[in-house]
C-alpha cells in the first residue's frame, strides 16, 4: 500500500521568510501528485498538481513544488511567505488505477506577521 | 459553476444511531470520493463512486456504506455510530475516474459529533 509522509508537521516562520515543506511517498509504480492547502475554517483546495513532463511545477498563490522520482519527493516550495499563508497543507498522492487519494499527515504551517 | 455541496454542514448524533450524509458533485462530474478527517488519523479514504457503482473502498469497517444515483450524487451511511465516528467528513468530486490529472475538487465537509 502506498504511504505520504510529511516530516514537518508544525512550521513557523516570520513573513518574508522562504518555505520548504517536505513530502516523501513510497509508491514505485506512476503517481500523479498533489498539494493542497486548508485555511482555517476552510475547505480544501488545490494549490499546485503534477502529472508527467517538466518536474517543477507551478501552483497558486506563488507555490510551487518540485518532482524528484530518484527520491520519491514532491517538496512544496514558496520563496517569500506572506501572513494569508497561515494555513495547514496536504501532500498527496494518486496511483492513478482510480480516484482514490492518499494523504500525509498535513503540516500546520504559521506565518508571523 | 457551482462546487460541491455537501450537506448537512453539522450534526451531532448520539452513540448508536445512524446517520446519512450527501454529497452533490460539480455539474457534470461523474466520480465521488468520501474521505474522513480526524485529527488523530488526518485525512483518510472511505470509497469511491463512480456510475452508480463503487470502485474502491478503504479500510473501514462495514458500518460505513456508500451509494451513488444517477445523476451522481452520492450518499454515504454510518450505522451504530460510536464517539471515535465524530469527524470532518469530505466530499471530492472528479470528472472522470482513474485519470488523476483531471484534479479533486472538495466540499465544505460535513462536521459530524457523536455524544
Known amino acids: 500500500a502506498q504511504s505520504v509522509s510529511q516530516h514537518n508537521h508544525h512550521v513557523i516562520l516570520s513573513e518574508a521568510a522562504s518555505l520548504e515543506l517536505g513530502c516523501n511517498y513510497s509508491y514505485g509504480g506512476t503517481v500523479n501528485l498533489f498539494w493542497y492547502v486548508q485555511y482555517p475554517g476552510q475547505h480544501l483546495q488545490l494549490l499546485l498538481k503534477?502529472?508527467?513532463?517538466?518536474?517543477l511545477v507551478k501552483g497558486i498563490k506563488g507555490f510551487e513544488a518540485e518532482f524528484i522520482k530518484s527520491k520519491f519527493s514532491f517538496n512544496l516550495r514558496k520563496p517569500s511567505v506572506q501572513w494569508s499563508d497561515t494555513a495547514e497543507y496536504f501532500c498527496a498522492v494518486n496511483n492513478n488505477a482510480g480516484n482514490m487519494l492518499t494523504f500525509g499527515g498535513g503540516t500546520r504551517l504559521m506565518v508571523k506577521p | 459553476k457551482a462546487g460541491v455541496t455537501q450537506t448537512p454542514r453539522y450534526l451531532i448524533k448520539t452513540r448508536g444511531q445512524q446517520v446519512t450524509l450527501s454529497c452533490s458533485p460539480i455539474s457534470g462530474h461523474r466520480s465521488v470520493s468520501w474521505y474522513q478527517q480526524t485529527p488523530g488519523q488526518g485525512l483518510q479514504f472511505l470509497f469511491e463512486y463512480f456510475s452508480e457503482t463503487q470502485r474502491n473502498k478503504g479500510n473501514f469497517p462495514g458500518r460505513f456504506s456508500g451509494r451513488q444515483f444517477s445523476n451522481s450524487r452520492s450518499e454515504m451511511n454510518v450505522s451504530t455510530l460510536e464517539l471515535g465516528d465524530s469527524a470532518l467528513y469530505l466530499c471530492?468530486?472528479?470528472?472522470?475516474?482513474?485519470?488523476?490529472?483531471?484534479?479533486?475538487?472538495f466540499g465544505s465537509g460535513t462536521r459530524l459529533t457523536v455524544v
Open positions: 471530492a468530486s472528479s470528472p472522470e475516474l482513474g485519470r488523476g490529472n483531471y484534479g479533486y475538487t
Open positions: 503534477y502529472f508527467s513532463g517538466d518536474p
